[in-house]
């Protein structure tokens, strides 16, 4: 008999269509956040949407440094981090390489902060704690680099867009 | 003791769990403390100045901790220090995170200091607030116990302007 948390990481799995790059190749992940146990949280539903984990970083400093090397697809970031914060991060990421693609994580939810955050180069927000379902449906729209979906209203907490 | 201060912090309490665990939570029990605060396990005390000042203190013990960390990562977790450390710590981020949004979107200014970690016998001894409300939530890993001590310092700004524009 497998033990409860592995059977409900199956069933999770099973709920989620795995998400693919436009080459077919599995969308691969930077992780930055301070808090090991929020890394692991995330890294969990990357695992669920079928995608890699590129790096990992707990600092905004450390993060740009992992950008330059891994050059993943999609970064998840948070917001209050020592050394440099994440506003700061995104903006620094953004100028050097245009087309990154960004989705702030953080428990702090202030309009102020999303607005800087998009401002920067942000491409979306996304408030702790994560449901599984919104981050899906956050990363899907963020991937698909549509213009018609340009707009399309951020997702605040507890909030789902169908 | 102001109840609508004290709401938020309850509603995220309650939401973070519900919401992180995938499951029903329940207010168990709910009572005034004026003694002086007794640990039960592993509590972070967040401070908060400015327009309201006060404290939180979220508390649980190590092994309802370590459940929900076991839980989160999806994975059974070894027990260590470092991990019951960083899950009450990240658990308390997340509480403190979406209360001071609600307030914060209802017009208050303040400054939420980082959470500190009390795990051994010396932390927390030495409390001494006169008031506080303590919330006790069952959820699907064991009790967690909520500790909430605040009060207005100034007034929202926009009641500010009003009053200044009265006068």
Redesign the interface.
Known sequence: MK?A??R??EI?MAQFAALFRKDNKPVRYLVVDD????R??LI?MI?MFGGEVAGEAGDGLTAIAEFNRTKPDIVLMDI?MPQMEGIEAVERIVRQHGEARIVMV??????ENILAALQKGAKHFV???V?PEVLYEILRYVLSDDPAAVGAPVAF??EHRS | MRMELIQPFINAADAVFAESLQAPTKIVDLSMDEETYRRKGVAALIAIKGDIEGRVILDLSPEVALKVASHLAGAELPESEQVVRETVCELANMVIGNSVTLLNDQGFRFKVFPPEIHMNDTGLSGSADTEAMVICLETPCGDVYLNISMHYLHRRRHERDAVHSVG
């Open positions: 033990p948390v592995h409900e990481k999770a808090s090991v146990f929020a692991k949280n969990k695992e209050t953080s428990s702090v939810g202030y309009q408030q702790k704690p449901k907490a507890g």
